[in-house]
């Protein structure tokens, strides 16, 4: 099973909201990553959690509040986004420990309004 | 930090005909991935290819690490093989992705 489950598919929010994203893996991978990917743009690298520790924080702006629960789980809270936070959302895994691939899940369209 | 060029931007085909997708990086690495985003924005692996030749049906890919390029090589192209198809490369501690810029395909029937 190589499959990384992402929710919600859709949301749309006003910027005095607060909600979560959602992003879960049952592969055993102890990496998992949030990206940002705007239309006609690649994916550009947001958050790194290795082991449920941060390792990487791409100077994302505290409205975005990343949390990793357990080894399977990772959210993304979001509060006072700006319309130009309008975006994919991406999460990947990767094992970490015998390969870097990185296997995405489906993405979460969100528009701030 | 590693640039990542991809050749050509937009590619047009008509289905049936063969492609070749290029991806080129400035310094050495030590694997590379090939993805898929199809238009839903799912994002599906390729190829895991850091160096020589892997195939996966009409799809194969070679990656010449020497010279710092990889080949996408798409055959009996079908519509469903339309989207954007981007090549990565891993930089700092092998676990942020450099995207290139990506080349959209669109097959027409």
């Known amino acids: 099973d190589t499959e990384v489950t992402q929710t919600p598919k859709h949301l749309v929010m006003g910027m005095t909201n607060k909600k979560s994203l959602k992003c879960e893996q049952h592969?055993?991978?102890?990496?998992m990553y949030w990206y940002k990917q705007k239309a006609k743009k690649p994916p550009e690298l947001m958050f790194v959690?290795?082991?449920?520790?941060?390792?990487i924080n791409e100077s994302v702006p505290s409205r975005f509040s990343p949390e990793c629960p357990n080894s399977s789980l990772l959210n993304l809270h979001l509060h006072a986004l700006q319309p130009e936070d309008s975006a994919l959302y991406l999460c990947?895994?990767?094992?970490?420990?015998?390969?870097?691939?990185?296997?995405f899940g489906p993405g979460t369209r969100l528009t701030v309004t | 930090g590693i640039q990542v060029e991809q050749s050509p931007p937009d590619l047009i085909l008509q289905e049936g005909a063969n492609s070749t997708l290029r991806c080129n990086f400035s310094?050495?690495?030590?694997?590379l991935q090939w993805f898929h985003q199809n238009p839903w924005g799912q994002l599906i692996n390729l190829f895991y290819?850091?160096?020589g030749t892997k195939q996966n049906g009409r799809l194969s890919a070679t990656t010449v690490a020497t010279e710092r390029y990889s080949l996408l090589y798409i055959s009996s192209s079908q519509t469903t093989d339309s989207g954007v198809y981007f090549c990565?490369?891993?930089?700092?501690?092998?676990?942020?992705?450099?995207f290139g810029k990506g080349i959209t395909l669109s097959v027409r029937p």
């Open positions: 990947a895994s990767s094992h970490w420990e015998t390969s870097y691939e990185q296997y």
């Open positions: 592969m055993g991978h102890r990496a």
């Open positions: 959690y290795s082991y449920e520790k941060l390792s």
């Open positions: 310094d050495s690495v030590n694997n």
């Open positions: 290819i850091p160096s």
């Open positions: 990565a490369v891993p930089t700092g501690a092998n676990s942020k992705l450099t």
